[in-house]
């Protein structure tokens, strides 16, 4: 069993970024009632300042020592998802709840396989986007709860091989993540994305990358509840951290998440599928 304070080991491509250092400040801060500790880090490619020498988390040599000991395992590299499947290789057999940060893998075949390596090792494992928690969502949802919401538009910013997940994950904490096919008709910096789910249902996703996206392509969500849309802008940024985490935290505790195995899995499907279709022309394609 875990001691009073649970004990979590770090691994990351380079520790200096922005969810190591947030994470790091709410387990610190506001959630320092959770007793959730980074006590060890290890990072394949050091970059800037020492991280875990300003922050005094021990550094680790390797990635076996990080997570030596410890009670749960944060597998970062928010910026170099194509690490994520050498890591989760790496700490998947020691059997400890796993949270892996924004999305699996940067395609479906390493994402099929990183959970398959958490079936055979019956590691608990957790991935998602912090918009999946935004502040805004969490209070609107619940008003509509167990009942269908029959269409959807989101809209986002970033590149979307590495930012389209947050909308993405916008899309499917609200309409589910039963997606049976999508078309994506936009551009590289422009996406113009339909998701169909296996009911019928639709909804649209706009993602666009620009110098200045920040100031006029937010993060919103509305969806169709009978002749009438609910929704909001996300402006709480703060706010969509502190809840993911939250539940990142209360997953370390019990090995459990409101998120299935399978939306993760449907995520990266998704994420892939839209870039088959842009490429081709902007033509329907299945998802598994």
């Not at 009670?71 to 790496?90: G, Y």
């Not at 400890?96 to 699996?104: A, Q, R």
């Not at 590149?159 to 049976?180: I, Q, S």
């Amino acid at each position: 069993m875990p001691s009073e304070i649970l004990r979590v080991g770090v691994v990351d491509h380079h520790l200096n970024n922005w969810h190591a250092d947030t994470f790091l400040r709410l387990l610190r801060g506001p959630l320092a009632s959770e007793k959730v500790e980074l006590v060890r880090a290890w990072e394949s490619n050091p970059v800037g300042d020492d991280w875990c020498e300003k922050n005094s988390v021990e550094r680790a040599d390797t990635p076996q020592e990080a997570i030596r000991g410890v009670d749960a395992i944060l597998l970062l590299a928010p910026d170099n998802i194509e690490d994520h499947l050498a890591l989760a290789k790496v700490v998947l057999p020691a059997h400890k709840p796993t949270f892996i940060d924004k999305f699996l893998a940067p395609n479906s075949v390493e994402a099929e396989e990183i959970v398959d390596l958490a079936r055979i090792y019956r590691t608990p494992i957790f991935s998602a986007s912090a918009l999946r928690y935004a502040v805004e969502m969490e209070e609107i949802l619940p008003t509509v709860a167990g009942e269908k919401l029959t269409d959807g538009r989101f809209t986002g910013m970033g590149k979307w091989g590495t930012y389209g997940v947050h909308t993405l994950c916008l899309a499917m904490r609200t309409m589910g993540h039963n997606v049976v096919r999508l078309i994506d008709t936009g551009t590289e910096k422009s996406r113009t994305i339909v998701l169909e789910f296996a009911d019928g249902r639709r909804a649209s996703l706009d993602v666009r990358f620009a110098a200045n996206q920040g100031d006029f392509c937010p993060w919103t969500f509305a969806a169709k509840h009978g002749d009438n849309y609910i929704g909001a802008t996300v402006g709480d940024h703060e706010g969509f951290y502190h809840n993911l985490m939250r539940n990142v935290c209360g997953f370390f505790k019990s090995g459990k998440v409101d998120m299935s195995v399978e939306e993760a899995l449907s995520t990266v499907q998704c994420l892939e599928a839209a870039e088959t279709s842009r490429k081709a022309g902007g033509v329907w394609v299945k998802l598994k």
